[in-house]
């Protein structure tokens, strides 16, 4: 009997992770509100020349970083719904061995290549648009030439998204 390891799989916290850039606003909004604090507080050392005018331009880069993260709670919740909703109704599945392996250079500016029983795959570490599986071999990737997998998958604009993604044992 063939035992399967999963690799990745959308449906378990792995999709859920991608979300973590919705920290970079956050951590900008709270950079901003300890740059307020320390204007406020700046009333014997004189560090800020003309506080009035640093505490506007603190609330501006404030708002702005409210509107960014509000963007990408719509743009990535909306794409994570359409892909959860693919993920539990158009899901294809392929089984077999990794053929015509490309792999990823270290430093990026390429994708990883490769086919599985006939269905052709493209992913890059560095692109983080999509919630499907793309962890290079260059950075510890699962798939390399001749390994044995199952793929579940999602067709997105003339491409094969990987959403789960187990390597034989």
């Known amino acids: 009997m063939n035992s399967f ?15 973590q850039i919705l920290f970079v606003p956050i951590g900008f909004f709270l950079f901003s509100r300890f740059l307020l604090f320390l204007i406020e507080n700046d ?7 003309n ?6 331009k603190v609330y501006i880069f404030q708002y702005i970083s409210v509107f960014i993260f509000i963007l990408f709670v719509i743009m ?38 490769f086919t599985v029983n006939g269905v052709q795959f493209q992913f890059s570490d560095f692109d983080i648009s999509g919630f499907g599986y793309n962890n290079a071999k260059s950075h510890g990737g699962a798939i390399d030439q001749n390994k044995y997998v199952k793929i579940g998958y999602i067709k997105i604009e003339n491409s094969n998204q990987i959403l789960k993604l187990e390597v034989r044992k």
């Open 51 to 56: 506080p009035e005018q640093q505490k506007f």
């Open 76 to 113: 990535f919740g909306s794409k994570y719904y359409k892909t959860y909703n693919l993920y539990n109704n158009s899901l294809f599945e392929t089984e077999g061995f990794v053929t015509n392996f490309h792999a990823m250079p270290e430093g990026g500016h390429d994708s990883e290549r």
């Open 5 to 19: 390891e999963t690799i990745y799989d959308f449906a378990s916290s792995d999709g859920f992770k991608k979300l």
């Open 43 to 49: 009333k014997d050392e004189n560090l800020f020349k």
